[in-house]
């Protein structure tokens, strides 16, 4: 089954302690991405990755990190959470062979930091 | 830069009754257009796609949209609503090939028995 994966779904920790949600795809697309859903601002994306080893701010990457080591994995990492990044994270991923294919999401990781 | 303005952060109908969700957009080039749907604790999925083989596109659980050039739009409308499809609505717009996707601000529908 095709599949977007996240790790944890549900993070409860405290400021300044480093994590990191993992992201994995089956569908060997090229192009990953980490968004952040807050009320009434919609999804705003936070970073993305054409392939392996290429990744790219979005719209707010500050307080964020990425990797892409390999295409299947898309690691958000937080290196100093603050009670501002609380939020809904979701990955996504499509290929890139045309502007109509479809993105695939992530069931989504909720994210409180104290 | 292309984007997509969804109108009315919440709607509310009742069931049974026709629901019209409204995203216009704005693109110096030919748009791809997305609607995904997104129940409460869940990610995103897909609903439906214009690609421009047809401005009337059909996609899952009876929606529809209609794309219109001349208005810039591209709203999401089922005849008959159902409890099943209180969710919030994303209209999605893909720039380029290679750039990613620009969502609206979303769109909450709740339907009232």
């Known amino acids: 089954e095709a599949q977007v994966t996240q790790n944890p779904r549900y993070l409860i920790t405290v400021t300044g302690k480093k994590l990191t949600v993992t992201c994995s795809q089956n569908?060997?697309?090229?192009?990953m991405s980490w968004y952040r859903q807050d009320p009434g601002l919609g999804l705003r994306q936070i970073y993305y990755?054409?392939?392996?080893?290429?990744?790219d701010k979005g719209d707010v990457p500050e307080g964020y990190k990425v990797s892409r080591k390999e295409k299947r994995n898309f690691p958000l990492i937080l290196e100093s959470p603050s009670p501002n990044q609380t939020s809904l994270y979701f990955c996504?991923?499509?290929?890139?062979?045309?502007?109509?294919?479809?993105?695939?999401f992530g069931p989504g990781t909720r994210l409180t930091v104290l | 830069a292309q984007s997509v303005t969804q109108l009315g952060s919440h709607v509310s109908v009742s069931e049974g009754a026709l629901v019209l969700l409204r995203c216009n957009y704005s693109?110096?080039?030919?748009?791809?257009l997305f609607w995904y749907v997104q129940y409460p604790n869940q990610g995103l999925q897909l609903l439906l796609k214009?690609?421009?083989?047809?401005?009337l596109v059909k996609g899952i659980n009876g929606f529809e949209a209609e794309f219109k050039k001349s208005e810039t739009s591209f709203h999401l409308t089922k005849p008959s609503a159902h409890m099943s499809d209180a969710a919030e609505y994303f209209c999605?717009?893909?720039?380029?090939?290679?750039?990613?996707?620009?969502f609206g601000k979303g769109t909450r529908l709740s339907v009232i028995a």
């Open positions: 996504a991923s499509r290929g890139v062979a045309t502007r109509t294919d479809t993105q695939y």
């Open positions: 569908m060997n697309h090229e192009y």
């Open positions: 990755s054409m392939n392996v080893e290429v990744t």
């Open positions: 693109s110096s080039v030919p748009p791809y």
């Open positions: 214009y690609t421009s083989a047809a401005t």
């Open positions: 999605a717009v893909v720039p380029s090939g290679n750039t990613p996707l620009v």
